[in-house]
């Protein structure tokens, strides 16, 4: 790419920014992207819904769950789709061949100095550039997993195809003690990989502070353990995962001049976690906005719905172990187009109030009494 200023410059290569560099040079923008290792694969296991893959090819699907099953007091079967995504094949479906790629990790202050030389410049370098922090006081998800043979994780699916969470509380023991009551809740993700492994992952939704990942770990021990799953599973996987997520994304303004994208800004889904469907869809349409002339405020503007989200999180925050499981035995209940409104970050206003109405009202009168008191207090 030849001198001057380009249109847009964009930091960072992980799904977000990767999928915008790329979109705005399909659509004949002049870019310019900035990552400490540009060519690195992603290593994280992405899961999106089969639906939320418009407009990708279908080699970016590694595994295809047809009916992902949650687990609480009940078992309820999804009747949406639910794949794991190939990310070699995903970031070859976004080329970078006609951006202008440099490698470069860069500060705050490196990233608003862009602006001199380019018209937009997106910020999408995650939601803890400088790294994490054991002080950090915002909410996050954390995770703990681990890669085995498919016939090795078998007992501990239980027969289903796969587990999108499991609620059960089978990860205590007897030194940990019968009642839960202060327990953080905590649920196993048992996805197949498609490639004869499936990932066992002990997750907490979200916490302050975190849950602990070492105490993750020894609850995936415990709970494999109890289902017959060989010990050396945990101690000896074919791969481990640890995840941290922030549930508000970075938390504060975008660096000036800048836009923020993905978890960089509010891309994700404050109660789930989720954030790499809606990424890749938002590149597309602001990518379109770009090359029409128009620079919006924010990637990301707040919608009515986010204050319901916002007292989602408060919910999943404050809810112990008894009422984690009421609540997901009624989201199991949910009717299929509220669940999808429940589960993505693009949900309408009506929709998800539907949702949550909906799951209230299908719980027991004292899980009724624990969510309200959740939700509503500051």
């Not at 303004?253 to 836009?259: A, N, R, S, Y």
Request: proline share 8%.
């Amino acid at each position: 790419m030849s001198g001057g200023r380009v249109d847009v410059a964009v930091v960072g290569l992980g799904p977000a920014g990767r999928s915008l560099a790329s979109a705005c040079a399909a659509r004949g923008l002049r870019v310019v992207a900035v990552d400490p290792r540009p060519a690195a694969v992603w290593t994280p296991t992405y899961g999106v819904w089969e639906d939320e893959l418009a407009e990708l090819p279908p080699t970016v699907v590694r595994s295809r769950l047809a009916a992902p099953e949650v687990r609480a007091h009940e078992t309820h079967r999804l009747s949406r789709p639910y794949v794991v995504l190939d990310n070699i094949a995903l970031q070859a479906a976004l080329p970078l061949d006609d951006v202008d790629v440099r490698p470069a990790r860069l500060d705050d202050a490196e990233v608003a100095a862009l602006t001199s030389s380019s018209r937009v410049v997106v910020d999408a370098r995650g939601a803890r550039p400088r790294g994490l922090r054991a002080d950090d006081p915002a909410p996050a998800q954390t995770a703990f997993g681990v890669v085995v043979p498919a016939d090795v994780a078998a007992p501990a699916l239980q027969d289903a195809e796969a587990l999108l969470m499991d609620w059960r509380t089978d990860w205590r023991t007897d030194q940990v003690g019968a009642g839960t009551a202060g327990l953080r809740p905590s649920f196993l993700y048992a996805i197949p990989l498609g490639d004869g492994t499936v990932l066992l992952e002990e997750t907490c939704l979200a916490a302050v502070p975190p849950l602990p990942v070492e105490e993750l770990k020894a609850r995936l021990r415990r709970r494999l353990a109890a289902r017959g799953v060989d010990p050396s599973a945990v101690d000896t996987p074919l791969h481990r995962e640890v995840v941290h997520i922030p549930m508000r994304g970075r938390g504060r303004p975008p660096v000036d001049g800048t836009l923020a994208h993905g978890v960089a800004g509010r891309g994700g889904h404050v109660v789930t976690g989720y954030s790499v469907a809606h990424a890749l869809r938002r590149s597309r349409a602001l990518a379109d906005e770009l090359a029409a002339g128009q620079v919006p405020r924010r990637v990301d503007a707040l919608a009515p719905a986010d204050a319901l989200r916002e007292a989602g999180l408060r919910a999943v925050l404050r809810l112990d172990v008894d009422g984690t499981l009421a609540l997901f035995d009624g989201f199991g209940h949910l009717p299929a187009h509220l669940q999808r409104a429940y589960m993505s970050r693009d949900g309408d206003l009506a929709d998800v109030a539907a949702a949550m109405w909906s799951m209230f009202r299908r719980m027991p009168w004292s899980g009724r009494r624990e969510l309200a008191r959740a939700t509503l207090l500051p």
